[in-house]
């Protein structure tokens, strides 16, 4: 007789590679990742910031940490410049970590808007695999590391991958900000029309 009994659904994924799984153990690098994220700088400012947000860290550890980041492919020279006889190294960040938990009543008020999500992305998916099924079967198959891991969910893994980096070449050419903001702009002008017409 079981003491215990739960239907326990999915509610969370993480998709990461090892080497950068590895690069995220240290709660340092997240904070690197999250300063480099938004501008070029040099171990000498990495540094000082870090200093500025309450970590101790010296100016090699500082060095290892960049170093660990850029082998795992999460960091990239921006910029070099020639200083005093040497070279000045800039790094940039081309990963953004989000480390968030949503607000308890997320789920509630989110609702609508994961219902519509889910049904207009079963519409892309379709679409993706009508259209780009063979590739995606292809990189999952490749993926597969022996026969008996087809439960390992590798084509999700592909799908999962192409809609993140969708979503990142919408954030980066600018696309999602001004959907937001011609949504806000389409609800402040119903607004207003709505004001003038209870006139």
Request: glycine share 6%; proline share 2%.
């Given at each position: ?8 659904p ?16 240290n709660?340092?690098?997240a904070?690197i990742?999250?300063?480099?994220a938004?501008e ?13 947000r ?10 290892h940490?960049?170093?660990v980041?850029k ?8 910029r070099?410049?020639?200083a005093?006889?040497g070279t000045?190294?800039y790094y940039k960040?081309?990963?953004r970590?989000?480390s968030?938990?949503l ?14 999500a ?5 519409g892309?998916v379709e679409?993706?695999?009508?259209e ?10 490749e ?17 999962r ?29 119903a ?9």
């Amino acid at each position: 007789m079981a003491l215990l009994e739960s239907d326990v659904p999915i509610r969370e994924v993480v998709t990461t590679d090892p080497e950068k799984a590895k690069a995220l153990e240290n709660d340092v690098r997240a904070k690197i990742l999250d300063m480099l994220a938004t501008e070029e700088m040099t171990i000498e400012e990495i540094h000082d910031e870090l200093h500025r947000r309450g970590e101790e860290k010296a100016e090699t550890t500082v060095r290892h940490h960049v170093n660990v980041l850029k082998d795992a492919g999460m960091v990239e020279i921006a910029r070099l410049e020639e200083a005093g006889g040497g070279t000045r190294k800039y790094y940039k960040s081309n990963t953004r970590i989000f480390s968030y938990d949503l607000p308890e009543d997320a789920e509630q008020t989110l609702a609508g808007a994961q219902e519509t999500a889910a049904a207009e992305l079963a519409g892309l998916v379709e679409t993706l695999y009508g259209e780009h099924g063979d590739d995606i079967e292809a990189v999952a198959r490749e993926m597969k590391p022996c026969e008996y891991c087809a439960t390992q969910h590798y084509e999700e893994f592909v799908l999962r991958e192409l809609l993140n980096r969708a979503l990142i070449d919408l954030t980066e050419n600018g696309t999602l900000e001004s959907v937001r903001r011609d949504s806000e702009d389409a609800g402040d002008e119903a607004e207003s029309h709505d004001d003038e017409d209870g006139r």
